[in-house]
């Protein structure tokens, strides 16, 4: 229920070596509870590392302190802001620095996408069923406009992002603790994404943050926490018009 506070809400999850918060990117909503959820485990001691999708692996604030500036941070995890509006992610970061808990980028390098784009092996690592949908999830999410030529690699960049993201939770276990990983919802999809990259023995709890009543399918997340409605936005129209 929406009315139960956050707080109890992300406890409630707890043990588990990971949890997966799922959102909608522009949902400001999402990024609150986001840190509602960090600071609930960080008050439980259960928190190991706060991984995201956000920054690129290889990027972290291991070695800063928990005094460090937002710059200094933003520095240490190579911030792009124009992917990612530093105003809406940076107090989701900033509150676990501040508690010494460790952010650490968990997304493909972007000098690694046209590596996995020719990388045969990575359509081995979803089963049929899921990769077909992968792939139905790439077409929409570029409007029906791809090219089918560019629908295998593309799905291969979306495999090799989950794959990243798994590898980040790996390295940031902790016994006894929880690493948090924020990303898109479609990254935290148990079916197609990041849950199944990661070992068997990683036990997960997987939360879709879900912005209006969309429906769902249930064997994609273990819960959804839904938020108000955002203005119907059609992120096609533009894009459609314009190649017409």
């Known amino acids: ?20 918060l799922g959102e909608q990117h522009d949902a400001a909503e999402h990024q609150a509870i986001e840190r509602e959820t960090v600071v609930a485990f960080i008050d439980s001691g259960r928190l190991a590392a ?23 941070v933003r520095t240490a995890l190579s911030w792009d802001d124009k992917a990612w509006p530093w105003s809406a992610y940076g107090p989701v970061v900033m509150t676990a620095v501040g508690a010494g808990v460790p952010v650490i980028g968990a997304n493909l390098p972007r000098d690694h996408v046209r590596d996995a784009m ?3 092996s990575l359509d081995a690592q979803l089963r049929d069923e899921a990769r077909v949908a992968q792939q139905q999830a790439v077409r929409r999410g570029h409007c029906d406009l791809l090219p ?16 990243a993201m798994a590898q980040a939770i790996v390295k940031a276990r902790v016994p006894g603790k929880t690493v948090l990983l924020v990303s898109g919802a479609g990254h935290s999809n148990k079916v197609l994404g990041v849950p199944q990259q990661l070992p068997i023995d990683v036990s997960l709890r997987v939360v879709k943050l879900q912005a209006g009543d969309a429906g769902n399918d249930p064997a994609a997340f273990d819960t959804v926490w839904r938020t108000p409605a955002l203005p119907e936005k059609d992120y096609c129209a533009g894009v459609v018009r314009r190649s017409s």
């Open 1 to 20: 229920a929406t009315d139960v506070p956050v707080a109890r809400r992300a406890t409630a999850l707890l043990p588990a070596d990971a949890v997966l």
């Open 50 to 72: 706060l991984a995201i999708e956000m920054a690129e692996e290889g990027n972290s604030t291991v070695h800063l302190p928990a005094s460090a500036t937002e710059a200094q």
């Open 118 to 120: 020719a990388d045969v």
């Open 148 to 163: 089918e030529s560019q629908i295998v690699p593309m799905t291969r960049i979306q495999i090799a992002r989950d794959r």
